[in-house]
């Protein structure tokens, strides 16, 4: 099994930065892509940037120029560096992995428990 465990969110004013880790553990092979999402209260969960195991990035276009995805393979760890942050980018941010192979031949989703991010004055 795989957890993932998410830091780094916390309050800050508009303009503000944050940096969000999220670090893999438990029993696996490999983890693969990873990625973060987004809900904020009313609203449906939403992709904020992924990143392969080969380090190609995607982004939301909200957060793009703003926000950097990157990863560590080594500590099996992704990173999301948060800039210019704006009120609409308040919501709890959960760290995912689509597929992180647990067995020779399996591959399973996970996600963490979410890291709540507040952008207010």
């Known amino acids: 099994q795989v957890q993932l465990v998410e830091s780094g969110g916390g309050l800050v004013q508009p303009g503000g930065s944050l940096r969000l880790s999220c670090a893999a553990s438990?029993?696996?092979?490999?983890?693969?892509?990873m990625g973060w999402y987004r809900q904020a209260p009313g609203k449906q969960r939403e992709l904020v940037a992924t990143i392969t195991s080969g380090s190609s990035t995607t982004y939301a276009d909200s957060v793009k120029g703003r926000f950097t995805i990157s990863r560590d393979n080594a500590k099996n760890t992704v990173y999301l560096q948060m800039n210019s942050l704006k009120p609409e980018d308040t919501a709890v941010y959960y760290c995912?992995?689509?597929?992180?192979?647990?067995?020779?031949?399996?591959?399973?989703?996970?996600w963490g428990q979410g890291t709540q991010v507040t952008v207010s004055k």
């Open positions: 995912n992995t689509p597929d992180a192979r647990v067995q020779v031949n399996v591959w399973r989703n996970y």
């Open positions: 438990g029993s696996f092979f490999s983890i693969g892509s």
